[in-house]
C-alpha cells in the first residue's frame, strides 16, 4: 500500500520564525489533505491539496504530484500553531492513509 | 466542523465488557469512518459507511463491529473491550466530491 512519510518528526520554534514541513508519499495520488492537531486533540482541516499551490493566511501548501511530495509553510509562527501536523493520502478504496506527522512547538 | 457530534467523550471501563461508542451528523453525508488514533501508529481506519445499513472493514476491525441505520448515526462496539483498544476514536465524514474528510472531537477510551 502508499506509504506515507512525514519530516522533520519534530520541530521547535521562537515565535516569528518560518517552517517548513514535508510530505513524501510512494505511489501517485489524487487526494491529499493536511490537518493539525490542536493540543486539546482536535483535528481541524487545514488543505485539500491533490496539486499546486493553495493559502490560507500564514499557512500555504504546495503539492508536486509527479515527485510525489507535499510542502507545508508556516510564516511567522505564533504559539497557537503548536501541536501535530498530519499529511494524509487517499488509499485505495476510501481510507485516509496518514504519515506520523511533525510534532511542532512554538515558544514565546 | 461538519456537524459531527461523539459520545462520550471520555470512558473508562473494565476488559471483558462491551463498550458503544456514538457518532452524530447533522449534515446528511453519505460516507462515514471511525479511526482510532496511538502513539507510533498515528490515524488508522477501523471500519467505514457508505451509506445506511452499508459498511465495510478497514484496517485494524479485529473486535469492533459498527452498524448505521440511521443516516446520521455511526455506532462503533466493542464487544467485550480488551486494554490494546484504549485509545482515541475518532469519527470522520466524507464531504464533497474531492472527498475530504472531516474529523469529529474524539473519545478517549481508557480499558482497565
Known amino acids: 500500500g502508499i506509504q506515507v512519510e512525514q519530516s522533520p518528526p519534530d520541530l521547535i520554534l521562537q515565535e516569528g520564525a518560518n517552517s517548513t514541513l514535508r510530505c513524501n508519499f510512494s505511489?501517485?495520488?489524487?487526494?491529499l489533505q493536511w490537518f493539525h492537531q490542536n493540543p486539546w486533540g482536535q483535528l481541524i482541516n487545514l488543505f485539500y491539496i491533490p496539486s499546486g499551490t493553495k493559502q490560507n493566511g500564514r499557512l500555504s501548501a504546495t503539492t508536486v504530484a509527479t515527485e510525489r511530495y507535499s510542502l507545508l509553510y508556516i510564516s511567522s509562527s505564533q504559539t497557537t500553531d503548536s501541536g501535530v501536523y498530519f499529511c494524509?493520502?487517499?488509499?485505495?478504496?476510501?481510507?485516509?492513509?496518514f504519515g506520523k506527522g511533525t510534532t511542532l512547538s512554538v515558544s514565546s | 466542523d461538519a456537524g459531527i457530534t461523539q459520545s462520550p467523550r471520555h470512558k473508562v471501563t473494565e476488559t471483558g465488557t462491551p463498550v458503544t461508542l456514538r457518532c452524530h451528523q447533522t449534515e446528511n453525508h453519505r460516507y462515514m469512518y471511525w479511526y482510532r488514533q496511538d502513539p507510533g501508529h498515528g490515524l488508522r481506519l477501523i471500519h467505514y459507511?457508505?451509506?445506511?445499513?452499508?459498511?465495510d472493514k478497514g484496517e485494524v476491525s479485529d473486535g469492533y463491529s459498527v452498524s448505521r441505520s440511521k443516516t446520521e448515526d455511526f455506532l462503533l462496539t466493542l464487544e467485550s473491550a480488551t486494554s490494546s483498544q484504549t485509545s482515541v476514536y475518532f469519527c470522520?465524514?466524507?464531504?464533497?466530491?474531492?472527498?475530504?474528510?472531516?474529523f469529529g472531537p474524539g473519545t478517549r477510551l481508557l480499558v482497565l
Open positions: 459507511s457508505y451509506g445506511v445499513k452499508d459498511t
Open positions: 470522520a465524514v466524507r464531504q464533497g466530491a474531492a472527498e475530504t474528510q472531516y
Open positions: 494524509a493520502i487517499l488509499g485505495s478504496g476510501t481510507a485516509l492513509i
Open positions: 505511489d501517485s495520488v489524487n487526494n
